[in-house]
């Protein structure tokens, strides 16, 4: 620690000439001057009310009359003052030598108690440059912890109540003086030893302010942090919902870089190790566009109508699905090892048609709606589920939507063969106390994630190699890219719930006579046409589920759940969040017009087949078996969302009808023979649903 001149080691040392003594003369950080009294000389010469002067009796002090100022310590008004170790004090003031009859704040140690701790700081005041409440406070929190870990300790309670409410002077400014017309105070004499109380209780805090100065925040000249700053765990609740959706925000729209923790050395997009780890994902190997990492912000995909993020993509932000389980992708006939560049399970060399499944990059818009309609279809299905008795079936039903039948055969065993929509995941089963979850998972374009916080946490680790707490582990570092607790839960909270309050899209109809004509038609024909079967144009959301709440209570493990922590709710429909909303009717239900029912259905030739299953195993020969069932596309927004359909090969509207196959041909085939005016008529209806600009407040406009 710094000494002044003449100051020895301890400022508590025994000894004479060099012994340091407190000024005789200062300014109370209240803002009343003391002056100088005469004493013995056996007496010290501190006039400050310091806890080391304070410490003698007051008999002691009393014994100091007779100079000038003396009466400071022993007239009328008494106040009382909370020092070091709760202890307290019987302190007098003389209001009478006090023109402007200022009252003293002795509910504190003033700044002055803490002259003998030196020049330790910018001005000479400790670690924060003569701010003693700051000081006071950070030293009375780690004494405290230094004393009693795990407790809280008195004394360190009591530091941390004494603390100056204005700045006090720097002890640069302060002197010691022995003035004679002021009292005359003898000098060359040895002061008292200090009591060993103090002394312990010195070294305590010498040790306290080392701690200090080791947790001030490092400097952030040269660093390159996309995200300074992150949300502690628990501050999403007490955070006022604009400042949580503005963290969100910079959450998505971050450009993340090694220094977040970005990218993932040793780990592959699925979370597991790498099968090679001697080839770590750095340098050259550090980005892969099929295996990932494959971008730097989310915002890097989702951007588009009119820059929002959150949006979709176009054709070149599409992503290879299913890529990411192989570490880094490269096509070498050389390379035999099976998911590490070029050979799959089986052992056959991928292609780049048949390494990864290609799907364009969706937008967000209106999720919290949609991810709230599902929660609420889920329990219908549950709650019908729950009826069905051994040897019974039952038709399973959600808001209008028929999701096939269900049956608990006489043996005990749920049947799901006839259940119709719904994904491998939520139709795994076994005797009659495991029935089938049931659950709807609204994202994917397969129907493979439950909710935006799944979506949220995959993609996050997939795409950028930011790994969250909540699915990696608190303090690790799995990804061995030397970061940990690369976002939190609040984090995954905050940038969720800014998904799920995003704009929903409206409808623009231009105000032309003969458009106008031609849309009703063409919304008439595509119900007419079987279209309206599966893309159903509204569904209600009843008994507040316009309250979005996180977690959702049916995330699967590895993702936050209901009940772990308590919910964070927010009303969609305010009108404080981003427009247009949707807003109760008089009957009391949201209608989401999404045009979709929420089902998974075959709708593809050969030709649009993927080459994998996402809703299969790894491991298993399903995996290769392809997929051409997906989730019924959501239509509002659909116009501004190009390219279409799963893969994003399609530019028009027409050429995304006339691809439909499957369960939807019969529609594609009535589509064919329309008159060409109704054709048209159809896609100018369809070219009315859109992402409406940023600042819009109404569902329709021209």
């Known amino acids: 620690m710094p000494r002044r001149a003449g100051q020895t080691s301890s400022a508590f040392s025994n000894g004479s000439a060099g012994r340091a003594r407190p000024p005789a003369k200062a300014r109370c950080s209240s803002g009343w001057r003391r002056t100088t009294r005469r004493r013995s000389r056996r007496s010290s010469a501190c006039t400050w009310k310091t806890w080391w002067a304070i410490s003698r009796s007051r008999a002691r002090m009393r014994r100091t009359s007779g100079g000038r100022g003396t009466a400071t310590w022993n007239r009328q008004r008494r106040t009382r003052s909370r020092c070091f170790l709760n202890r307290r004090f019987s302190i007098s003031a003389s209001s009478a030598e006090r023109g402007d009859r200022r009252r003293t704040d002795s509910s504190c140690v003033r700044g002055s108690d803490m002259w003998w701790m030196g020049s330790s700081g910018a001005a000479n005041g400790g670690p924060h440059g003569g701010d003693a409440a700051h000081w006071c406070r950070r030293v009375g929190d780690l004494v405290g912890a230094a004393l009693l870990p795990g407790r809280q300790d008195r004394s360190a309670a009591s530091v941390a109540e004494c603390v100056p409410p204005r700045r006090t002077r720097p002890l640069s400014r302060l002197r010691r003086t022995s003035a004679p017309d002021r009292g005359g105070v003898r000098r060359g004499r040895a002061a008292p030893a200090a009591p060993l109380m103090w002394t312990a209780l010195s070294a305590l805090l010498v040790v306290a302010l080392g701690r200090v100065a080791a947790q001030e925040p490092a400097s952030s000249i040269g660093q390159e942090l996309a995200v300074p700053s992150h949300l502690q765990d628990g501050r999403e609740f007490s955070l006022p919902l604009e400042q949580l959706l503005a963290h969100g925000r910079r959450l998505f729209e971050a450009i993340w870089t090694e220094e977040d923790g970005g990218g993932r050395p040793l780990t592959k997009g699925t979370g597991r190790p790498l099968t090679d780890t001697s080839r770590p994902l750095n340098g050259a190997r550090a980005f892969n566009r099929i295996s990932g990492p494959d971008a730097n912000s989310c915002a890097g995909c989702h951007n588009a109508p009119y820059g929002i993020s959150g949006g979709h993509g176009e054709f070149v932000t599409n992503v290879s699905l299913l890529g990411q389980r192989f570490d880094f992708v490269t096509f070498d006939p050389a390379d035999r090892l099976p998911t590490r560049g070029t050979v799959d399970e089986t052992g056959r060399p991928a292609l780049l048609q048949t390494v990864a499944d290609s799907r364009r990059t969706t937008g967000m818009f209106g999720a919290g709606y949609l991810e709230m309609l599902a929660r609420q279809m889920t329990e219908e299905l549950q709650r019908i589920r729950v009826t069905i008795k051994v040897g019974e079936s039952k038709p399973l039903v959600a808001k209008g939507v028929s999701f096939g039948t269900l049956t608990l055969t006489k043996q005990g065993v749920w049947d799901t063969s006839k259940v119709q929509g719904l994904g491998r995941l939520s139709l795994i089963a076994g005797d009659s106390t495991h029935p089938p979850s049931l659950i709807i998972r609204p994202w994917h374009q397969a129907s493979n994630i439950v909710s935006i916080r799944e979506f949220t946490n995959t993609a996050f680790n997939q795409h950028h190699g930011i790994q969250s707490t909540e699915r990696f582990g608190r303090g690790t570092d799995p990804d061995g890219d030397g970061v940990r607790n690369e976002l939190t839960v609040a984090d995954v909270t905050a940038v ?13 109809i231009p105000r032309d006579p003969a458009i106008e004509r031609a849309v009703a038609i063409g919304e008439r024909a595509f119900s007419e046409i079987g279209c309206a079967t599966c893309h159903v144009p509204r569904l209600p959301l009843r008994s507040n589920g316009w309250i979005y709440t996180e977690p959702n209570p049916f995330n699967p493990a590895t993702n936050l759940r209901s009940g772990e922590t308590r919910d964070l709710k927010v009303d969609l429909s305010s009108d404080a969040l981003p427009q247009p909303r949707l807003h109760p009717d008089s009957s009391g239900a949201v209608w989401v017009d999404a045009y979709t029912d929420f089902k998974l259905h075959d709708i593809c030739d050969a030709a649009d087949r993927e080459p994998l299953d996402m809703n299969q195993p790894q491991w298993s020969d399903t995996l290769r078996q392809g997929n051409c069932r997906f989730l019924t596309k959501r239509l509002w927004g659909a116009a501004n969302e190009k390219p279409y359909f799963h893969h994003g090969l399609f530019t028009t509207l027409r050429q995304a009808i006339l691809a439909h196959s499957g369960e939807a041909k019969s529609s594609r085939v009535a589509f064919q023979a329309l008159p060409a005016a109704e054709r ?23």
């Open 680 to 702: 048209d008529a159809v896609v100018e209806f369809l070219k009315t649903l859109q992402v409406l600009p940023p600042g819009t407040k109404d569902l329709v406009v021209d």
């Open 496 to 508: 969720s719930v800014w998904q799920a309050t995003l704009q929903v899209p409206g409808r623009v």
